[in-house]
């Protein structure tokens, strides 16, 4: 063996086949959501309606800063009395625009409300559940007046009976002024939003109980007015409350 040779083989290495590695990398994958092109459209519906109603409550507002202090008084006061904004078209049309306001609110929330108690609610069409929604809470308050406005003519005098629906119209129309940021937080921050129909609930349910402390004052005159107070209580303002929830499910399964 030659010194060239030996010193060849003494320098050279030996080079392994090396085999192409392999890297696996999962892909991320989406969610499979429900397309919102429906869904948009009945939101910029909804929140054009909102727009639309608070815009002319503000214009109405303009003018009657001390107006506020007489629908406060008309919801707690039960004497016949002559109010200066009773004949006021201005004053009249903006207490309109509050419960209208009101009932607006009330839906929405209603509609948050019904589709966290009924999670299987959530794919129905947007646009149909929250009209029906709105309806049955349309139906609900138009059937309130009415019945106030009949009990009232019943067992009392028109004086009272017109105190008496003044109150209500007044109560809900301050109950609109508190519910109307509180349905835009529920339909634009679902995280937060069962805590926002609860604290919303509470609030309705002790609008309710300041007017019917006011039914109350109004219609008590005697021991035996308890029977016709529970009988108001139960069959006007317990058992269509009720009803109303039940027909907004019953409106949701046959949307489903």
Not at 197 to 204: K, W
Request: charged share 10%; hydrophobic share 55%.
């Amino acid at each position: 063996m030659s010194f060239d040779t030996l010193s060849l083989s003494q320098d050279t290495v030996v080079v392994e086949e090396c085999q192409p590695a392999i890297v696996l990398i999962d892909h991320p994958k989406g969610r499979d959501v429900a397309h919102r092109s429906e869904s948009a459209t009945g939101m910029s519906w909804v929140i054009s309606l909102f727009v639309v109603v608070f815009l002319l409550s503000c214009l109405n507002y303009k003018n009657n800063f001390k107006y506020i202090k007489s629908i406060v008084s008309d919801l707690t006061d039960v004497r016949s009395r002559n109010n200066m904004f009773d004949d006021t078209v201005r004053e009249s049309t903006f207490l309109i625009m509050l419960n209208v306001m009101c009932v607006i609110s009330v839906a929405l929330l209603s509609y948050t409300g019904v589709i966290l108690a009924n999670p299987v609610f959530v794919d129905l069409p947007f646009a149909l559940t929250i009209a029906s929604v709105g309806g049955i809470t349309v139906f609900y308050y138009l059937f309130q007046y009415a019945m106030y406005w009949a009990f009232g003519n019943v067992f009392s005098d028109v004086s009272k009976t017109s105190s008496w629906i003044k109150g209500y119209a007044s109560s809900q129309g301050l109950l609109g002024v508190i519910l109307f940021p509180l349905s835009l937080i529920s339909f634009f921050y679902a995280d937060i939003a069962q805590t926002v129909c609860i604290v919303a609930f509470i609030l309705f349910v002790l609008a309710r109980l300041v007017f019917v402390f006011k039914g109350f004052r109004i219609f008590f005159t005697q021991i035996s007015s308890w029977l016709l107070f529970l009988y108001y209580l139960c069959s006007v303002e317990i058992i269509p409350m009720i009803f109303a929830y039940l027909l907004v499910v019953k409106a949701c399964k046959i949307l489903m």
